[in-house]
């Protein structure tokens, strides 16, 4: 989809449980600028490369790679066109770049210790995980940035917004002169996912509070259509962040509940109380505990006041 003579959002369409992500593409007069570049694997890059093509544009045209975050999704692809384009410069946020260089660290981050705790006969690695869906890459990122940070590519200026809750170094893109956001994983098709150790709901909720302050008259996500009211999308994105912290609550007012007793208040299949249950809710029960609106005791959590 052409959004200017020069500026393109090329939408993946939705085909799996994890899809490649879609990709804004700049031109400017070295060629072209990605924001995000796809999954690896042959398919995914197969799709790329047709996304490209169908708007008029070649992949090997790409001199530079901006990642919103270190999902396999994003930047799976990076190693393969690290390959076919010599020379191509890969941008991260600095809060991101340990993860690009080694893809391991990803099990920390989703907080993948957590499941075993509750769940004793069950194990995840994200990285074999993300295998069957869209292999993931390593790189040394040839460029960091972090919050309010600018980014330079052709006739465009787009503001680093640091937004962690889903990431701890995820990043959005604001371009204030077209008033153009893009918001990575944080808006669009995706139902909001976020993990202690990237942020949290708290995190999540604070990043959505940044973009209502914005205002931005368009929204590119990474997942799904493009957004013509992202107030209506923020505000979507924050209530069911929030309505997940109500049912805990109501599920607390009538007894004190274990971890896996609560999980049922936000997922209904026990194929997800594993994952993403265990780093949804224990972001939730953080938040709450530090706020001081529930209470911890012997395995327990509580309201506070009862």
């Known amino acids: 989809m052409k959004l200017r003579e020069d500026l393109y959002f090329l939408k993946v369409e939705k085909v799996g449980f994890v ?77 991101d770049a340990p993860f690009l260089r080694d893809n391991r660290l990803l099990n920390r981050i989703f907080d993948v210790d957590l499941i075993p705790r509750y769940f004793p006969a069950e194990r995840m690695d994200v990285l074999e995980f993300y295998a069957a869906f869209c292999p993931i890459s390593e790189t040394c990122p040839d ?67 940044t973009f209502r302050a914005l205002a931005p008259e368009r929204v590119v996500p990474s997942h799904g259509e493009l957004i013509l009211d992202a107030e209506a999308a923020v505000q979507t994105a924050e209530e069911k962040v929030v309505r997940r912290e109500e049912r805990i609550l109501e599920a607390l007012a009538g007894a004190p509940r274990t971890f896996r007793e609560l999980l049922p208040a936000l997922f209904r299949s026990e194929r997800q109380f594993v994952f993403p249950g265990t780093a949804i809710l224990a972001s939730h029960l953080q938040k709450l505990a530090r706020e001081g609106r529930i209470l911890e005791e012997t395995e327990r959590y509580r309201l506070a006041g009862t």
């Open 143 to 209: 460029r960091t940035v972090k919050e309010g940070d600018t980014l330079a590519f052709g006739a465009y200026s787009f503001r680093v917004i640091h937004t962690p809750g889903h990431h701890p170094g995820h990043i959005a893109l604001f371009e204030p002169a077209l008033g153009l956001l893009f918001v990575g994983d944080m808006l669009g098709a995706e139902v909001p996912f976020y993990t202690p150790s990237a942020g949290g709901a708290a995190g999540y909720l604070e990043s959505l509070r």
């Open 19 to 95: 899809d490649s992500s879609s990709i804004l593409a700049i031109r400017d007069s070295r060629g072209i600028v990605c924001v995000e570049i796809g999954g690896g694997g042959r398919e995914n890059i197969r799709r790329t490369q047709e996304l490209f093509q169908a708007d008029g544009l070649s992949t090997a045209e790409i001199h530079t790679v901006v990642i919103s975050h270190t999902h396999a999704d994003h930047m799976g692809a990076v190693g393969h066109f690290r390959t076919t384009n010599p020379g191509m410069i890969v941008v991260d946020h600095e809060a």
